[in-house]
């Protein structure tokens, strides 16, 4: 079975200051990784993806994401935060295997306040 | 469309009740997710489409629940008797061509709400 955890309920952070949501993930095979963000009242949208490659992953709004295949991490990561990235972050593992489910995990979800 | 259409946006019901939530994915997407999404709570996995078959229908939390696709397209998922343990944001996403490295697109949700 896959899962996927994100650790902390809830990261504050000053407007400015670099910002780190966490996420860990156990899967049997190879993991394709998601971050989604979820602004109150509206649907999630998508952020990044690692696929293969490159550990570091840049997405939109100026995230960026790590892969640590050794420590089965993900963090989400932005170098400095804005008020506007106040909301809900959920990350997400779908395994690569040859056959089976093509089920999407996510985690409970990171609520980031960023702070003025 | 442009994106993932899901209604109503909102429902509510009484107890006992059947309803009808309604997704029209992103035109040419072939696989379709639900998710339910409870107050203070994750993503949680329901069914997944691809085409208009039903290979993983692992989520589905009880008999009461069922979903179907016609082709290829639109999908309705269905809850007969709610109860009000069923109330939460019901979200649907697509993705093209079913590929495990694509990303899901979503919309907007269904809040239901069983009083």
């Known amino acids: 079975a896959q899962s996927v955890a994100q650790p902390e309920d809830q990261v504050n952070v000053a407007e400015g200051n670099p910002l780190t949501v966490k996420c860990t993930y156990s899967v049997s095979g190879n993991p394709y990784l998601f971050w989604y963000v979820q602004y109150p009242n509206r649907g999630l949208q998508f952020l990044l993806k690692y696929i293969t490659g490159d550990n570091l992953v840049k997405g939109s709004y100026g995230f960026e994401a790590e892969f640590n295949k050794s420590q089965t991490s993900f963090h989400l990561k932005k170098p400095s935060a804005l008020v506007s990235d106040s909301a809900l972050y959920f990350c997400a593992v779908r395994v690569d295997s040859g056959a089976g489910s093509y089920q999407l995990t996510f985690g409970k979800g990171t609520k980031l306040s960023v702070i003025p | 469309g442009a994106g993932v259409s899901q209604s109503p946006s909102n429902k509510v019901t009484e107890k006992g009740k059947d309803v009808e939530l309604r997704c029209d994915p992103i035109s040419g997407h072939t696989a379709l997710y639900w998710y339910r999404q409870s107050l203070g709570q994750g993503l949680e996995f329901l069914i997944y489409?691809?085409?208009?078959?039903?290979?993983?229908k692992s989520g589905l939390p009880s008999d009461r629940f069922s979903a179907e696709r016609t082709g290829g397209s639109v999908s309705t998922l269905t809850i007969q008797r709610t109860q009000q343990e069923d109330s939460a944001v019901y979200l649907c996403a697509s993705s093209s061509e079913g590929r495990k490295n694509t990303e899901a697109f979503f919309g907007q949700g269904t809040r239901l709400t069983v009083v």
């Open positions: 489409f691809q085409g208009n078959s039903a290979p993983d």
